[in-house]
Each structure stands twice: as C-alpha cells, then as structure tokens.
C-alpha cells in the first residue's frame, strides 16, 4: 500500500473550484466510478479518503477519457464530472517534515 499524504475523513468538506464546491463525499463517489482496480490511487481515495502518490496522474488520465467519449460520456449527466476530476486532481498533500 502507498504511503498516504493526507486523509480526509470529512466527508462534507468542501473543495471550490471556478465553477462549484464540491464536497470531499461527492469527489469520491465521483473517484469510485472511475478507480482502476484495488491497487488504484482513486480507489484509495473513494474507500478511505486517502490522497496517495498517483492521485492527480489517475485523475488526469480519466478527464482525458471523458473528454474521448464526448456526448457519450456516461457519467457526465450534469456537465460536472470533468470539474470534479480537476478537484481530485488539485488535492495537494500536507507537507511533511521529511
């Protein structure tokens, strides 16, 4: 398992972006739809709220296949899931003492 960088365990935090707040629980609804299996960054963040190395990379490469898919795109009923995948992808870690 990667070292996590930061949990959120509040799941109503919210995450502002130019076009909505987002609440921490939506952004990982929105990260269990799109996860690349258990070992996944974006299913360490849907099941715990962990942000671990990979999260922006797997973030950006699901907003490059919601972009392919266009008009088509099934999970993108309210226009916002590619804002939602830039939230994930901004989720910056804590900065350790390291």
């Known amino acids: 398992m990667a070292d996590v960088l930061r949990r959120y365990d ?4 919210e995450i502002r ?14 990260a269990s739809r799109w996860h690349g299996g258990q070992w996944s960054p974006f299913y ?32 993108d009923h309210d226009g916002l899931e590619d804002d939602r995948l830039r939230a994930i992808a901004s989720l910056e870690p804590e900065p350790t003492d390291d």
């Open 44 to 75: 360490a963040f849907a099941s715990t709220g962990s942000v671990v190395a990979g999260l922006a990379g797997e973030a950006e490469s699901c907003r490059r296949d919601l972009a392919k898919q266009g008009d088509d795109a099934e999970y």
């Open 10 to 13: 509040d799941a109503s935090t």
């Open 17 to 30: 972006t130019p076009l909505a707040e987002h609440s921490i629980g939506d952004l990982r609804a929105c």
